[in-house]
């Protein structure tokens, strides 16, 4: 994640089948004050409601190489999850730190962030999607031989 210059990773992204993702907001903390010092993992988060408006941002993920799109999210979210010490939380978030928490659940359901972008450009970005599916661009996630089986 870090060395992808990323905010976020969920298990699925490197294989593995638990419902488990890492956020740290400090690499965009200068731009984004809110995310100083946000850093947390989710185990067996579910997010039990969304509000506020459909707020449209552009993302990237470290799945798609070299690809970024305008998604809307909502604005708010309330979200329980266990963190790292297996505490129990039930909290809410708003702004860029909902955003952040939405894109790397989606991961956990098997939804990227492409699959939430308009249609029509989702269709104008097939060529692309398809080299990526087929591997003739690289996920910038670094994985060893024995991760890609």
Not at 89 to 103: L, M, N, P, W
Request: charge should be negative; charged fraction near 30%.
């Amino acid at each position: 994640m870090y060395h992808s210059e990323g905010l976020g990773l969920a298990a699925p992204q490197i294989g593995k089948s638990i419902r488990v993702f890492v956020i740290d907001g400090t690499p965009v903390a200068e731009d984004e004050p809110e995310l100083a010092g946000f850093k947390k993992a989710f185990v067996n988060a579910h997010i039990v409601e969304k509000c506020g408006d459909q707020v449209p941002m552009n993302e990237g993920c470290l799945s798609i190489p070299h690809l970024r799109e305008e998604v809307k999210r909502e604005s708010h979210i309330r979200i329980k999850y266990y963190d790292e010490n297996w505490e129990y939380h039930d909290e809410v978030f708003d702004g860029y730190k909902a955003r952040i928490i939405q894109h790397e659940y989606d991961h956990l359901d098997g939804i990227l962030f492409v699959d939430r972008i308009n249609p029509l450009r989702k269709r104008l970005l097939k060529g692309k999607l398809t080299d990526i599916s087929k591997e003739n661009l690289k996920p910038t996630i670094r994985q060893s031989c024995q991760d890609r089986r």
